[in-house]
């Protein structure tokens, strides 16, 4: 089945630096939605792109479904120690019903 | 507007036994999806219910199997409990359904199988 590729893994950075984070696929998707997790709780979604090349933003964080359509980044500026989390990408491709999900990138912030 | 209720939030079961995980979608909405969540293999697809239909299934055995309620509420069932079955089982509403990619997920059932 379909696979994305989630990179980095993990972040270790300073509290006022950017972030950036990627998914690729090797097929194309129709939606790109990038969600945050919390310890303990459920993920939550906090950017959704629907066409290719829109360029997105929610407060500091600004997501873009590639030209391709086949990846997506997504950016935090200024990043406060709030940004902790784990960060997925999750894509549905034009015969899918089903969302999928990368693996994650694991985000820590250093005050 | 209450969120997604899972219930329970946490279990522990022996292996060969059974157990069933509820979930309570967001008032209004009609779709109920579950993932299983774990560290090696992250966010995997089990089912999703449309207006008491299953609509869509992930590449579970048929251990797994799911229901949808009148009132939108859902069950998961999983059968012969295996030790790698231990995992965050998470449920997500949507008002029309993942087509949408706009889930709203529970806080999880964590299951430990021993």
């Known amino acids: 089945g379909q696979q994305l590729n989630q990179s980095p893994q993990s972040m270790f950075i300073q509290e006022g630096e950017d972030v950036s984070m990627n998914c690729t696929s090797s097929s194309i998707f129709n939606t790109w939605l990038w969600y945050k997790q919390d310890p303990g709780e459920g993920p939550v979604l906090l950017i959704a792109?629907?066409?290719?090349?829109e360029l997105t933003s929610n407060g500091r964080l600004t997501a873009q479904f590639g030209i391709t359509r086949k990846d997506s980044f997504l950016n935090i500026s200024a990043s406060i120690p709030s940004d902790v989390g784990i960060y997925f990408c999750a894509g549905q491709g034009p015969n899918q019903g089903n969302l999928i999900f990368g693996k994650g990138t694991k985000l820590s912030v250093k005050p | 507007k209450a969120g997604v209720t899972q219930t329970p939030r946490y279990l522990i079961k022996t292996r060969g036994q059974q157990v069933t995980l509820s979930c309570s979608p967001i008032?209004?909405?009609?779709?109920v999806s579950w993932y299983q969540q774990t560290p090696g293999q992250g966010l995997q697809f089990l089912f999703e219910?449309?207006?008491?239909?299953?609509?869509n299934k992930g590449n579970f055995p048929g251990r797994f199997s799911g229901r949808q309620f009148s009132n939108s509420r859902s069950e998961m069932n999983v059968s012969t409990l295996e030790l790698g079955d231990s995992a965050l089982y998470l449920c997500?509403?949507?008002?029309?359904?993942?087509?949408?990619?706009?889930?709203?997920f529970g806080e999880g059932s964590r299951l430990t199988v021993l």
């Open positions: 792109l629907y066409k290719a090349g």
């Open positions: 219910y449309f207006s008491e239909t299953q609509r």
């Open positions: 997500a509403s949507s008002k029309t359904g993942m087509n949408t990619g706009e889930l709203f």
């Open positions: 008032s209004g909405h009609r779709s």
